[in-house]
């Protein structure tokens, strides 16, 4: 009865520990499955921190491109200003030659001109002179006294009064009432009433229109006064002379200025 006693407490004994043994391997694959859990935990948190860190990276690089972009686009901007002010420079430096090059074309040209005009003007001197040479010869050839015939209408003082003013053209003479008209009751101006006025006639038709005073003081054996007035051109001499001797054929004349 001892020995089944003591092999029931031996048996008891065994139960306990194969127990206890087993809560303790329970309890190691408990601790390590708390282990590995901990270290699951920590991966993933790992992992979670490297995906944050990507995903950081990842915006740090799309705004680096961002930034790369804004850097490339200012670089060809401040290519193309420094193109444009390279062109610019260059258009102004044309523009600056091409303005040298007028201003020395137009002074080239003004010297040459105001040479022109001073040799212009010393020949209009001379033929100036030469004209009025030439006038006084013809009014020492054709004057009063040389004709021999007084004047038709005198002033009271025994000066002459004139009939009309005549300007002599290259092509012709204009005639003129002088202003206001001497001795308007004389019937000679009935007789000129064809003979017009301000219009440039031929030398011819002016003789014929004014016919009626030439007949009057051929008649009366005097000469009627015109004064003349010369608009021929600086080198026409020859006309000229040609419009004054005929003119002085049937009157007698004083030059005047226009």
């Not at 270290?39 to 680096?64: F, H, K, N, P």
């Not at 686009?73 to 390279?86: F, W």
């Not at 005198?154 to 003013?165: E, I, N, Q, Y």
């Not at 019937?187 to 000129?192: G, S």
């Amino acid at each position: 009865m001892r020995r089944g006693l003591a092999n029931a407490q031996a048996y008891r004994s065994g139960m306990v520990l194969g127990l206890t043994l087993a809560e303790i391997m329970v309890l190691l694959v408990f601790m390590m499955l708390l282990a590995a859990a901990a270290l699951l935990l920590q991966q993933d948190s790992a992992v979670g921190a490297l995906d944050d860190r990507a995903r950081g990276l990842a915006a740090a690089r799309a705004e680096i491109q961002v930034v790369q972009a804004r850097v490339t686009g200012l670089e060809t901007a401040l290519d193309q200003s420094r193109r444009i002010a390279e062109q610019a420079d260059q258009a102004r430096a044309q523009s600056e030659g091409a303005a040298r090059r007028q201003y020395s074309q137009a002074t080239a040209t003004l010297a040459r001109l105001t040479e022109d005009l001073a040799a212009a003007r010393g020949e209009a001197q001379t033929l100036g002179g030469q004209n009025a040479q030439m006038r006084g010869e013809i009014q020492r050839i054709h004057g009063n006294a040389g004709s021999g015939l007084p004047y038709c209408w005198t002033a009271s003082d025994g000066k002459p009064v004139t009939l009309l003013r005549i300007t002599l053209r290259d092509t012709g003479v204009i005639a003129q009432d002088p202003a206001p008209r001497p001795r308007a009751e004389d019937t000679l101006w009935t007789k000129l009433v064809v003979l017009p006025r301000d219009q440039l006639l031929p030398m011819e038709i002016f003789l014929t229109q004014a016919g009626a005073a030439i007949e009057k003081s051929n008649s009366d054996r005097c000469r009627h006064a015109l004064e003349v007035i010369d608009g021929t051109g600086p080198s026409n001499k020859r006309g000229y002379k040609g419009l004054m001797n005929q003119l002085w054929g049937n009157f007698l004349l004083r030059e005047v200025g226009g």
